[in-house]
């Protein structure tokens, strides 16, 4: 058998058991001894394989789980203690790390709101839009054929909100945001760190491109650079808040959630027209 067959089944073996006794916490030398390796071997290997750690692995776990209870309608505590967590502070931290917004606004799911949605051509494609009484909510993008798939994508984010289809108010608006020149009021719906992380990538001007580790010094500290990713993945009003401008560390073209061949269309074209 090849070294890397016998890895792959220690891997395999590994995350069997992670998934079956994630909620007890198996300490690093439980695991490894599970599939017959040392705890510094069984932890270079599992990151080799999977990118991530043991211990953040059993933490997104937690919170997948967490996350669905509390959507199932469980209570924050009960969520918490169904996720093996030893208290709501342990969870509330996992939220903010895994998709930057509390226990409590995951499981509002957007009750209360209404929005008009609707979709309309654009530069990039097809613009679909989220508006509330109070202005834009959510902007995404979709090619022909994924209108309805962007519109699924931006209403999982407030799955408990009323809709109302009005294109014409979206083309309206779609006209004002890339030929206007008047300024288009937003109506965000986020936690005081999303907002804060979105109101620095307002900063960075047209044609300019930054890094996710300089943006996290910018909103706060280096060491926050994974939050601020968070953050900036749930950017609800692509564009506009240009998330698009920030590149990976090596200056690549990182995931864009609305397609890297997307984002690097945006950036030529504000480099023309900036």
């Known amino acids: 058998m090849s070294t890397q067959d016998t890895e792959y089944q220690r891997v395999t073996k590994a995350l069997a058991f992670l998934d079956a006794h994630w909620k007890e916490r198996p300490d690093l030398n439980a695991i490894a001894d599970?599939?017959?390796?040392?705890?510094?071997?069984?932890?270079?290997?599992?990151?080799?394989?999977?990118?991530?750690?043991?211990?953040?692995?059993?933490?997104?776990?937690?919170?997948?789980?967490?996350?669905?209870?509390?959507l199932a309608g469980l209570s924050v505590l009960d969520a918490t203690f169904e996720a093996g967590l030893s208290s709501p502070g342990r969870l509330h931290d996992l939220f903010i790390a895994y998709e930057a917004t509390t226990p409590g606004e995951a499981k509002a799911r957007g009750c209360g709101l209404d929005f008009v949605w609707g979709m309309a051509p654009c530069p990039f494609g097809f613009a679909v839009m989220l508006i509330s009484p109070r202005g834009l909510s959510a902007l995404g993008f979709a090619d022909e054929g994924g209108q309805m798939a962007a519109f699924d994508d931006l209403r999982g984010r407030y799955p408990a909100a009323h809709y109302t289809r009005d294109d014409a108010q979206v083309t309206a608006l779609c006209h004002d945001i890339f030929q206007g020149e008047k300024p288009v009021p937003l109506a965000l719906y986020g936690t005081k760190w999303q907002r804060?992380?979105?109101?620095?990538?307002?900063?960075?001007?047209?044609?300019?491109?930054?890094?996710?580790?300089?943006?996290?010094?910018?909103?706060?500290?280096?060491?926050?650079?994974?939050?601020v990713?968070?953050?900036?993945?749930?950017n609800p009003i692509s564009w506009i808040i240009p998330c698009h401008r920030v590149l990976g560390a090596d200056g690549r073209l990182t995931g864009y959630h609305w397609?890297?061949?997307r984002k690097r269309s945006m950036l030529v074209y504000e480099a023309i027209n900036a």
């Open 34 to 70: 599970h599939v017959g390796l040392s705890a510094a071997h069984f932890h270079r290997l599992f990151g080799r394989w999977t990118g991530t750690s043991p211990k953040r692995f059993m933490d997104a776990l937690a919170h997948s789980h967490a996350r669905t209870s509390l």
């Open 229 to 234: 990713g968070a953050a900036v993945g749930r």
């Open 196 to 227: 804060q992380v979105w109101r620095a990538l307002l900063a960075i001007p047209p044609g300019k491109i930054t890094r996710y580790g300089d943006l996290a010094q910018t909103v706060c500290s280096p060491k926050a650079a994974r939050a």
């Open 259 to 261: 397609g890297v061949d």
